[in-house]
């Protein structure tokens, strides 16, 4: 089936510094998503992309969908302490909703 | 309230008992998904509701896990006869299923232990 694969697995940082992280698949996707997991709560999505190409940026986050529609990255400016958690990438495939697949992760540890 | 709402938060039992966890999706959204979270790791589907149309329960890992959706609002997922590698944190979420390329939405989760 899909797969989305994420890179890196894990990273630790120290705060202040930009962070990079990305999201592949040998499939194309219509929908590009970015959700950031905390400790004992459930994913919050922080960025949604529609179209390849597209550049999108919520505050300190920016992502784009890539042109290919095979990957996106996001990108974590000045990380701060609460930026600790699990970032998910998301690819959706089918107009309404059935085709959601998820990557595993990448888990971000910010050193003060 | 506003966003998807699960319970119990916490449920402890004991391998063999039966467990039901809910799900509240938020109103108006007619997909409904259910995965597992093991600790640490990604998500596992489960299985997903879209309106009045038959589920798609390809995830559900054994014949022990059910889910229903009554009247296409709250959903219950069921583990019967539970055991030890059940436990996860399981997360459901809902998505405006009548509207191209919505995003999901998820709830905090039910943290599920087999003792």
């Known amino acids: 089936g899909q797969q989305l694969n994420q890179s890196p697995q894990s990273m630790f940082i120290q705060e202040g510094e930009d962070v990079s992280m990305n999201c592949t698949s040998s499939?194309?996707?219509?929908?590009w998503l970015w959700y950031k997991q905390d400790p004992g709560e459930g994913p919050v999505l922080l960025i949604a992309l529609y179209k390849a190409g597209e550049l999108t940026s919520n505050g300190r986050l920016t992502a784009q969908f890539g042109i290919t529609r095979k990957d996106s990255f996001l990108n974590i400016s000045a990380s701060i302490p609460s930026d600790v958690g699990i970032y998910f990438c998301?690819?959706?495939?089918?107009?309404?909703?059935?085709?959601?697949?998820f990557g595993p992760g990448t888990r971000l540890s910010v050193l003060p | 309230g506003a966003g998807v709402s699960q319970s119990p938060s916490n449920k402890v039992t004991e391998k063999g008992k039966d467990v039901e966890l809910r799900c509240d999706p938020i109103s108006g959204h007619t997909a409904l998904y259910w995965y597992r979270q093991s600790l640490g790791q990604g998500l596992e589907f489960l299985i997903y509701?879209?309106?009045?149309?038959?589920?798609?329960k390809s995830g559900l890992p054994s014949d022990r896990f059910s889910a229903e959706r009554t009247g296409g609002s709250v959903s219950t997922l069921t583990i019967q006869r539970t055991q030890q590698e059940d436990s996860a944190v399981y997360l459901c979420?809902?998505?405006?299923?009548?509207?191209?390329?919505?995003?999901?939405?998820f709830g905090d989760g039910t943290r599920l232990s087999i003792l």
């Open positions: 499939s194309i996707f219509n929908t």
């Open positions: 509701f879209q309106g009045n149309s038959a589920p798609d």
């Open positions: 998301a690819g959706l495939n089918g107009a309404y909703g059935q085709n959601f697949v």
């Open positions: 979420a809902s998505s405006h299923g009548q509207v191209p390329n919505q995003p999901q939405h």
